[in-house]
């Protein structure tokens, strides 16, 4: 058995900003909530949702041995996640301007579990990031990181919205296991969904894929609508934009996550006359290659 403090003295020492712990039981309630938005079809072309639901919400399917799972959020939110000018036409989703945070929680999870290990030997463990089907808001909303905000996203009245979640799951037990937050949420605040050019955000709080700017600058735009992309070439931040919590937000703490590149300093010229070896070299650490140069330039307009 780990000891919480040591737990969460660990994860906050290597760079994250909160952190809970969570028995490693099955996510019920929030598996047919997740069918029944996959059975409406608003995931689109995001076939891939559709794999292994039951691992995605028993971490005990997808990790055998798993005792517990350690949630963790660190805050990307820079000078750029205040939002473009109207007129802008590049616009990037402030996360996609630092090096890919894949790789970068990835490798703090590793080195957290390195010393969980001197307190544990012999723990098993595995660590993920938006790589795999993890239901990782509804495990930070059990860990007490935050609510299901409008916007479908996990929200902490003290960093917002615009936070990395990443996840150890551990083969051993903890003395003390988080609850969910209480007294706090969005109240009657309906910013995020006024804000969404396209109104993607639905009253259950999730998205209609189809009609999410960021999803359709990134993923298979095949049987997509067309939409309006509003000027966002790379993901989109509107609704994240005008949430309060993010707009009272401190600036990010954890400097890997500073952003590599300004993207005010590159109009659509620039972009479009851009070469595959300037992309490389601009852009090559972060998570932009996911959608390519070409792609970029498709969704200039």
Same mark, same amino acid.
């Given at each position: 058995m780990i000891s919480r403090k040591v737990l969460i003295n660990a994860v906050l020492e290597e760079g994250f900003d909160l952190v809970g712990v969570v028995s490693a039981d099955s996510l019920d309630a929030e598996r047919k909530l997740f069918n029944e938005w996959l059975l409406s079809g608003a995931h689109s072309t995001l076939s891939y949702l559709e794999r292994n639901v039951e691992k995605r919400f028993d971490p005990q399917l997808l990790v055998e041995g798993c005792r517990s799972v350690v949630v963790c959020a660190v805050s990307y939110l820079s000078p750029y996640s205040r939002g473009y000018a109207e007129e802008c036409r590049t616009k990037i989703a402030s996360y996609a301007l630092a090096r890919d945070y894949h790789k970068t929680i990835k490798e703090m999870l590793q080195r957290v579990a390195k010393r969980l290990e001197e307190y544990a030997p012999g723990l098993r463990y595995r660590a993920f990031t938006d790589s795999a089907p993890v239901a990782e808001k509804s495990l930070a909303v059990r860990a007490g990181l935050g609510w299901i905000g409008r916007n479908s996203l996990v929200v902490n009245p003290r960093f917002g919205s615009m936070m990395h979640l990443g996840e150890l799951f551990i083969s051993e037990e903890v003395d003390e296991y988080d609850k969910p937050m209480e007294g706090v949420g969005c109240g009657t605040c309906r910013r995020c969904v006024?804000?969404?050019? @396209? &109104? $993607?955000?639905? =009253? #259950?709080?999730?998205?209609?894929?189809?009609?999410?700017? #960021?999803?359709?600058?990134?993923?298979?735009?095949?049987?997509?609508?067309?939409? @309006?992309?509003?000027?966002?070439?790379? &993901?989109?931040?509107?609704?994240? @934009?005008?949430? !309060?919590?993010?707009?009272? *937000?401190?600036?990010?703490? @954890? #400097?890997?996550?500073? !952003?590599?590149?300004?993207?005010? #300093?590159?109009?659509?010229? *620039?972009?479009?006359?851009?070469?595959?070896?300037?992309?490389?070299?601009? $852009? &090559? =650490?972060?998570?932009?290659?996911?959608?390519?140069?070409a792609r970029i330039k498709e969704n200039i307009g």
């Amino acid at each position: 058995m780990i000891s919480r403090k040591v737990l969460i003295n660990a994860v906050l020492e290597e760079g994250f900003d909160l952190v809970g712990v969570v028995s490693a039981d099955s996510l019920d309630a929030e598996r047919k909530l997740f069918n029944e938005w996959l059975l409406s079809g608003a995931h689109s072309t995001l076939s891939y949702l559709e794999r292994n639901v039951e691992k995605r919400f028993d971490p005990q399917l997808l990790v055998e041995g798993c005792r517990s799972v350690v949630v963790c959020a660190v805050s990307y939110l820079s000078p750029y996640s205040r939002g473009y000018a109207e007129e802008c036409r590049t616009k990037i989703a402030s996360y996609a301007l630092a090096r890919d945070y894949h790789k970068t929680i990835k490798e703090m999870l590793q080195r957290v579990a390195k010393r969980l290990e001197e307190y544990a030997p012999g723990l098993r463990y595995r660590a993920f990031t938006d790589s795999a089907p993890v239901a990782e808001k509804s495990l930070a909303v059990r860990a007490g990181l935050g609510w299901i905000g409008r916007n479908s996203l996990v929200v902490n009245p003290r960093f917002g919205s615009m936070m990395h979640l990443g996840e150890l799951f551990i083969s051993e037990e903890v003395d003390e296991y988080d609850k969910p937050m209480e007294g706090v949420g969005c109240g009657t605040c309906r910013r995020c969904v006024d804000s969404c050019p @396209n &109104g $993607a955000i639905s =009253e #259950s709080r999730t998205l209609n894929t189809s009609r999410c700017i #960021s999803c359709r600058t990134i993923e298979r735009k095949d049987d997509m609508e067309d939409i @309006n992309l509003d000027g966002w070439i790379y &993901g989109c931040d509107a609704c994240q @934009n005008v949430c !309060p919590f993010n707009q009272h *937000a401190s600036e990010h703490r @954890n #400097s890997l996550f500073d !952003p590599l590149f300004n993207p005010l #300093s590159f109009d659509s010229g *620039a972009w479009l006359s851009m070469s595959d070896k300037e992309f490389e070299k601009l $852009a &090559g =650490e972060t998570a932009m290659t996911r959608a390519g140069l070409a792609r970029i330039k498709e969704n200039i307009g």
